[in-house]
């Protein structure tokens, strides 16, 4: 089993910044992937930014250029550090892994509000 716990999330006014931050724990392989969605209400769960262990990300279209996926491979962690933030990024920020077997888990998730 794996656990994700998230933190950093809160509210910002539009063009701030907030670093997100999500740590792993339990039976972790070293090759996986770890990465940020978001959900907004009445809306889809939706691709925020991925990174795989050996450093390759995806970003979601709405967030290039703002955003930066990381990791600490020794500490399990991913971070997500959300510049130039909209009103329109305001939702629900869930961590995710993805394990080489296949094996997905999630985070509980972190609210993050972006104030006009």
């Known amino acids: 089993q794996v656990q994700l716990v998230e933190s950093g999330g809160g509210s910002v006014q539009a063009g701030g910044s907030l670093r997100l931050s999500c740590a792993a724990s339990g039976t972790i392989f070293s090759r996986n992937s770890m990465g940020w969605y978001r959900q907004a209400p009445g809306k889809q769960r939706e691709l925020v930014a991925t990174i795989t262990s050996g450093g390759i990300t995806n970003y979601g279209d709405s967030v290039k250029g703002r955003f930066s996926i990381s990791r600490d491979n020794d500490k399990n962690t991913v971070y997500l550090q959300m510049n130039s933030l909209k009103p329109e990024d305001t939702a629900v920020y869930y961590c995710?892994?993805?394990?080489?077997?296949?094996?997905?888990?999630w985070g509980q998730g972190t609210q993050v509000t972006v104030s006009s």
């Open positions: 995710r892994i993805t394990t080489a077997f296949g094996s997905d888990y």
